[in-house]
């Protein structure tokens, strides 16, 4: 594998519009060949995204501005800006956006290919 540069005005990313936020992909199997997936994710003011889990890798969130209620498995945190969490494989959570302002966070990923499974 070669180093790669992806230049802000040249980046190939994939953006996902959900009622609740936005989803923007940086670099996954997908977008960059990596091993690792990276995001940005912003949840609008008042709303959340859905309880979820990702059975094949780990996940860390770096909180850049807002405040978030995160919750995982039976427990739940306050998040504000410039907080980190990391998530095991397979644990259901979701985040409610608890600010006076969006949610704007970095998502990270220990897979290339996350996978993504809703709480039934």
């Known amino acids: 594998m070669k180093c790669q540069l992806k230049k802000k005005n040249e980046s190939e990313t994939k953006t996902v519009v959900e009622d609740w936020g ?3 992909w940086l670099a996954s ?11 940005r994710v912003v949840i609008k003011q008042g709303r959340s995204n859905p309880r979820h889990c990702h059975d094949n890798c780990e996940e860390v969130l770096y909180l850049l501005q ?20 990391v998530l ?3 644990v259901m959570h979701n985040a409610v956006s608890t600010g006076d302002m969006d949610a704007d966070m970095i998502v990270t990923y220990s897979s290339g290919d996350r ?4 709480e039934t």
């Open 22 to 24: 936005t989803l923007t």
């Open 29 to 39: 199997a997908e977008l960059t060949s990596s091993h690792i997936t990276v995001g």
């Open 66 to 85: 807002g405040e978030l209620k995160h919750s995982f498995g039976d427990e739940s945190v306050e998040m504000t800006a410039g907080d980190t969490l």
């Open 88 to 90: 095991p494989p397979g």
């Open 115 to 118: 996978d993504f499974r809703l």
